[in-house]
């Protein structure tokens, strides 16, 4: 079945300090994969997708996301976190082989920043 | 550019109770999909529209909620009767049509949170 898991409920990291918040996910194929993030009592902010070509994507605030299909991982990282990067990240996936336009979202990790 | 717009922001009702959720996709965007978030575990799917035609409506839980999406714009997701499992966070997405309709970013809405009592 399909599946995205983010393994840690919560990230910790100080500000200035380079963020890395994990997933993995269990499609068969190749995936096309995306990260959300939601600030307190907004809605679902787009971040990044990957879909084919290079594994290292750039997106929205200064994050990235590296493809590794080895270790069908994708995870979100920032090279100097900020305290406004404290929100709830949701790494998601879509299988365009059985899936077509659901999108399947892991249960989401906390980041807290500290100054 | 107004984004995806969901109303009312919080719904509390008694179990039982109907509840009528709305949402308004951004101007354009023929595909519109409801998702709910439960218990803050993970966001779930519960069905895509392609104007008004429901492409896949897989995710539903069961006969009580009914979506609907006269004339192609907004949309609405009925909960008749409510009970206290329906409790959660709906949130709306929409995108615009494309080549490869399975690439496009969806975008979501602010989420109705609605707490069945």
């Not at chain 1, 200064?62 to 979100?76: C, D, M, P, W, Y």
């Not at chain 2, 069905?47 to 979506?67: I, T, W």
Request: proline share 5%; glycine share 10%; aromatic share 12%.
């Amino acid at each position: 079945a399909q599946s995205v898991a983010q393994p840690e409920d919560q990230v910790n990291v100080a500000e200035g300090n380079p963020l890395t918040v994990k997933c993995t996910y269990s499609v068969s194929g190749n995936p096309y994969l995306f990260w959300y993030v939601q600030y307190p009592n907004r809605g679902l902010q787009f971040l990044l997708k990957y879909i084919t070509g290079d594994n290292l994507v750039k997106g929205s605030y200064g994050f990235e996301a590296e493809f590794n299909k080895s270790q069908t991982s994708f995870h979100l990282k920032k090279p100097s976190a900020l305290v406004s990067d404290s929100a709830l990240y949701f790494c998601a996936v879509r299988d365009p082989h059985t899936g077509g336009f659901k999108t399947i979202f892991g249960a989401g990790t906390r980041l807290f920043v500290k100054a | 550019e107004a984004g995806v717009t969901q109303f009312p922001s919080h719904s509390v009702i008694e179990k039982g109770q109907t509840v009528t959720l709305r949402c308004d996709p951004i101007s354009g965007h023929d595909n519109l999909y409801w998702y709910r978030r439960v218990m803050g575990k993970e966001i779930k799917f519960l069905l895509h529209f392609v104007k008004e035609s429901k492409q896949d409506e897989s995710g539903m839980p069961n006969n009580r909620f009914l979506a609907e999406r006269t004339g192609g714009t907004y949309s609405t997701l009925k909960v008749q009767p409510a009970e206290l499992e329906d409790s959660g966070v709906y949130f709306c997405a929409s995108s615009q049509d494309g080549a490869r309709q399975d690439q496009e970013t969806q975008y979501f809405g602010p989420g109705t949170r609605l707490l069945v009592l």
